[in-house]
Each structure stands twice: as C-alpha cells, then as structure tokens.
C-alpha cells in the first residue's frame, strides 16, 4: 500500500512539473482589465475617487436622526458633538465601504470610563466602532476605543491623549441577507486606529447592542452614523470609498 501511495506521489510531482514546465511566465500575466487610475491624497486627505462627508467647511452631507439640519459649531475645518447635541447620520446610504474618519476628546479631561470622550461610528447606522478617550482611562475592554462594541476589544489600545486628533481607518463588508431575510453572510471589519491594526476581518455577531446579546435584523444600505453621547467630541476629515 505504502508503495502504491509513493509511487502516485512521485507521478503526480513529476506530472505537476511537467505541466509547470510547460507553461512560458506570460501565461500566468494577467493585462486586462487594468485597474483604474486614481489619485491618492497625502496625509490622510481623500484620494481622488473618494466619497468627501466632511470637508471641514460644512455639514450638508449630514442630518440630525430625525431629520433637520446639524446645527454643530465648525471652526477650524472640524465639527464638535456636543452633549444632547443628537446623533447625525449621512444624507447618503451605504453598503460595504473604506471610512476614513478623524477624532478628538476633549484636551480638558471630564468624566471617567465610558463618560469620557465617548462617542461612535456606527457603519449603516448599526455596528458600532466605539469613540472614546481610553488614554489612562479604563473602562470594560470591549466598550473601550476600537472596541466592536460589546463584541470585541482592539487588539492594542492605541489611543493618543486628549485633544490630540486620531484617526480611524476602517475596511467594513456589509452582511447580506436572504430574500426571506435570515441571514446569508455577517458583517466583517478591520480597523486601523492611529496606523495601528486594532480589528483584523472581525466577524460581527449583529447589532451592537448596549443591553442584550447581538442579533442581525436583515436591512440594505444604511446611512454611516455618528453618535452622541454626553460629551463633547470634535471630527474632520470624513470620506467615503465605496466597495463593490
Ligand atoms: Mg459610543
């Protein structure tokens, strides 16, 4: 038997480099189509084919949940959440996306745990990457900054100090769902917190919830949501890459 096995072994290798052998390095060169040509930005300002939310000079890509316009201060190209100031959500819907987003708790240091700095993206207005100001300050290590909210803690705590801008990018793959609405495949998301991976392809369980265990209700696109939550916390610089 044990030869048999040998003897397919060694027909199959030389059957193999055969074939590799037989194949010229242009076989394998694939030309088109070729990707599209796109500019990228320097220092974290969009590139060229990006969807821009906010360009630090207004609000007009965003509205309050229920409906009005933001009425939030923007002085020096960033806008500040301030306490029962409301959540925002993007004028636009989204699917699966690339988020660029910039962050800042306040420098002057108020609260503490979950009261400080807190605030959140939430990707089609769902699943929460928690916002917050963990920089010597702890709280439950999946509520803390780059959490997955009540899902998964980040892998580091990457935070820079209060008043310091921070930066989240974020690669995130929508779920999908079956016409009856049971759930086909569950959202994925990979979070880079300061140039620091902090979620890598983390499989989310549903919603992120506060109270409860997550669970999926099947929706399309959604809108890209920006918490509030008692304190104030400053953003600049948000764009958008659509994912195919
Ligand atoms: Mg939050």
């Not at 821009?52 to 009425?71: A, I, Q, R, Y």
């Amino acid at each position: 038997m044990k030869i048999i096995n040998k003897t397919f072994f060694l027909l199959f290798v030389s059957t193999f480099s055969f074939a590799q052998n037989q194949l010229k390095p242009e076989d394998t060169e694939v030309w088109e189509p070729q990707p599209k040509i796109i500019t990228p930005g320097i220092n974290n300002l969009p590139p060229s084919d990006a969807i821009v939310l906010f360009d630090g000079k207004s609000l007009d890509n965003f509205t309050h949940v229920k409906g009005e316009s933001p009425k939030l201060e923007i002085k020096d190209g960033a806008f500040t959440i301030m306490k029962s100031a409301g959540d925002i959500i993007s004028k636009k819907l989204f699917g699966s996306i690339q988020l660029h987003i910039e962050w800042r708790s306040p420098a002057i240091i108020e609260g503490e745990g979950q009261g400080r700095g807190n605030s959140g993206v939430f990707l089609q207005s769902e699943y929460e990457v928690q916002i917050q100001d963990n920089y010597n300050n702890k709280t439950y290590a999946n509520g803390q900054a780059g959490a997955l909210y009540k899902q998964n803690p980040p892998l580091v705590n990457a935070c820079r100090k209060p008043g310091e801008w921070q930066t989240y990018d974020i690669i995130y793959m929508a779920p999908k769902f079956y016409l009856d609405s049971t759930l086909a495949s569950p959202a994925r998301i990979t979070v880079i917190h300061n140039g620091v991976l902090v979620q890598n392809n983390f499989e989310l369980k549903g919603k992120t919830l506060w109270q409860g265990m997550p669970y999926y209700k099947a929706h399309g696109k959604a809108p890209l949501k920006i918490q509030e939550h008692n304190n104030a916390v400053s953003f600049r610089n948000i764009w958008v890459r659509e994912i195919e």
